[in-house]
């Protein structure tokens, strides 16, 4: 009977009929236990039990998919070191409460799935912009006012962070001077002056994350805050939680831009760029989101290829990744991050070189002068490599979601949360709900719980945020669903039948997340630009960009190690200066 209520249910998904209610309003759970009938053949009435499940909560650093195909991270309540002795940014200690950030900046294929529903209004034409090229759909989106930033955030649960907020996410609380320490700025760790001369993708500095974790926090563009500007609003701010004067002319931005200078980088660093009607092709933001909701899930969502992925003789596809592609001196660069045991083979119009910083293999690649190109290079797995043969890697599906052959979707569809003779099914873990073993929700082939779940430590299980371990995701009990859930985002409605959110007419659901693509070869979202090439081999394709005159960018570079990192500088040991390689 089992067995034929899940092909039931299944069946029903891939057949969706649209329909709206109104957004449920969430309470607490409550887990009802029955007692035994008495000798009297008297049935007693339920008493309401509240299951208590410990939960250690979010920690520092943890991660979480959001509603829109972002990544949240939590930053945890403490006191900081905000400011660098400026005119309008005194050294002082803040106290802020804990909130998740974005991992990286909105991108344009994030907020095209806002503007598709409605919810928000497309960004303004600027100069050279790229908004509806599915090429740049990993750029972060620019063109874009203070309302219209605003009015996405809040699409998404969220709003722009204070300016406290954003400086705590970018240095930590240490007052480093960079979100990446002291070292000084240079082209492989964030998108600046002449590193490239347009923006790149969110992702495509990992050397250059802040202690959270956080892309992007320097260089590529600038970013909207929610603070009116004050230039003298910090030194007598309050000491807890500031959010800026509560009126101004001017809005605050942060950051910097792929046009900004080198020695202007730094975190603590505040600009009042214009109106909130102000937007220009270096100005993009993130959001913050201090009290995430548990949204309804998604009825459908796009497949993906997990990292790591098995080929044919049972080895693993070696994980790789270009790290960035910048200018420098007039050339033009891309960085490859190598595994430990891996071998390579670049085009012949590539000229690479390779070291060894912190353990990290890096592959630097020079490309040809005066043009933009995209080659190839093919990375493999020595021990895999000897076999042509390839079995393409199987699309999968977030836990809760099974896979539809024939539309390559993968479709919402709960099971009934029993334990089988088998366990649970896969993606889902065995729970004591009070004495009671049931399955619930755990995580998919990469790793990661469902969008609005984080994984809690101390419970093992995909939590969300408010603490409600008994939420349903994932397991079909419709009555428990229309308790939990707060609704859905603009641009859906919920459907008690299939439990989850369905896009309404013109609306669109989450495509890939940031640092994915699609890959047509494999129909499913794939971890950068990647395709198959032999077994245990992957082949990446790498962009040089088309430089403008030579700068000395290994000039400002004053650290040994990060001089070394840039192949095409070398080190002057008797100087003690960085120079590029002549």
């Avoid at 509603?67 to 900081?80: A, K, M, R, W």
């Avoid at 563009?221 to 800026?244: L, R």
Wanted: proline letters at 8%; aromatic letters at 10%; a negative charge.
């Amino acid at each position: 009977m089992k067995s034929i209520r899940y092909v039931f249910v299944f069946g029903l998904i891939l057949t969706f009929i649209l329909s709206a209610c109104g957004s449920p309003t969430p309470v607490v759970i409550v887990v009802t236990a029955t007692p035994l009938p008495s000798t009297e053949t008297q049935v007693v009435e339920p008493t309401p039990t509240l299951v208590t499940v410990p939960l250690s909560g979010p920690q520092n650093g943890a991660t979480m998919k959001w509603i829109d195909g972002s990544t949240l991270v939590y930053i945890p309540p403490s006191e900081f070191i905000m400011g660098n002795g400026g005119f309008d940014s005194p050294t002082r200690t803040v106290a802020l409460d804990g909130f998740w950030m974005y991992q990286t900046k909105v991108t344009n294929r994030m907020f095209a799935q806002c503007v598709a529903v409605g919810a928000c209004s497309a960004p303004f034409e600027e100069r050279g912009s790229v908004y509806t090229n599915p090429e740049y759909a990993n750029h972060p989106v620019v063109g874009v006012t203070w309302n219209q930033a605003q009015t996405y955030c809040g699409w998404s649960q969220g709003q722009l962070p204070t300016e406290a907020q954003w400086e705590k996410s970018a240095r930590g609380t240490a007052g480093a001077l960079y979100p990446w320490g002291s070292d000084d700025p240079a082209c492989d760790l964030l998108n600046l002056g002449s590193c490239s001369g347009r923006t790149s993708e969110v992702d495509a500095f990992p050397g250059g994350r802040s202690p959270y974790g956080l892309y992007d926090m320097a260089g590529n563009i600038f970013e909207w805050v929610n603070d009116w500007y004050g230039e003298s609003y910090y030194s007598a701010a309050p000491s807890a939680n500031p959010t800026g004067p509560e009126s101004g002319e001017y809005r605050s931005i942060r950051g910097s831009s792929f046009e900004t200078d080198f020695d202007q980088v730094a975190s603590a660093i505040r600009h009042f760029g214009g109106a909130q009607t102000y937007h220009n092709r270096d100005l993009g933001f993130r959001c913050a989101v201090t009290e995430p909701k548990l949204f309804a899930p998604y009825c459908q969502l796009s497949a993906f290829i997990p990292t790591g992925v098995i080929v044919s003789n049972g080895c693993e596809l070696p994980q790789t990744e270009i790290a960035g592609q910048y200018c420098a001196g007039g050339n033009s660069f891309a960085t490859i991050y190598l595994p430990v045991d891996a071998i390579y083979e670049a085009d012949k119009d590539l000229k690479c070189e390779e070291a060894v910083v912190d353990g990290q293999r890096i592959l630097t690649c020079l490309g040809p002068k005066a043009k933009e190109v995209t080659n190839s290079v093919t990375v493999c797995k020595p021990t895999c490599s000897n076999s042509s043969a390839v079995t393409d890697p199987v699309p999968t599906c977030e836990s809760g979601y099974l896979l539809d052959p024939a539309t390559g979707a993968c479709n919402y569809a709960p099971i009934l949360g029993q334990v089988g003779v088998a366990g649970c099914p896969v993606g889902y873990v065995l729970a004591d709900r009070g004495g009671q073993q049931s399955c619930v929700i755990g995580t998919d082939a990469n790793g990661q719980c469902p969008a609005g779940l984080y994984l809690d430590s101390l419970a093992g299980l995909c939590v969300p945020p408010a603490g409600l371990a008994t939420v349903p995701y994932g397991v079909d009990n419709a009555p428990l669903a229309l308790q939990s859930y707060s609704g859905c985002a603009a641009g859906f409605s919920y459907s008690e039948t299939f439990q989850c959110c369905q896009a309404v007419s013109g609306g669109t659901y989450p495509g890939c997340a940031p640092g994915s693509t699609f890959n047509a070869e494999l129909g499913a979202c794939s971890p950068g630009e990647i395709h198959l090439a032999g077994s245990g081999c992957v082949t990446l394709d790498v962009t040089t960009l088309e430089c403008s005159q030579p700068i000395n960018t290994c000039a400002p570079i004053k650290n040994e190690t990060r001089c070394i990192y840039n192949s095409f500088c070398r080190w002057n040991e008797k100087d003690g200066i960085c120079e590029i390689r002549k």
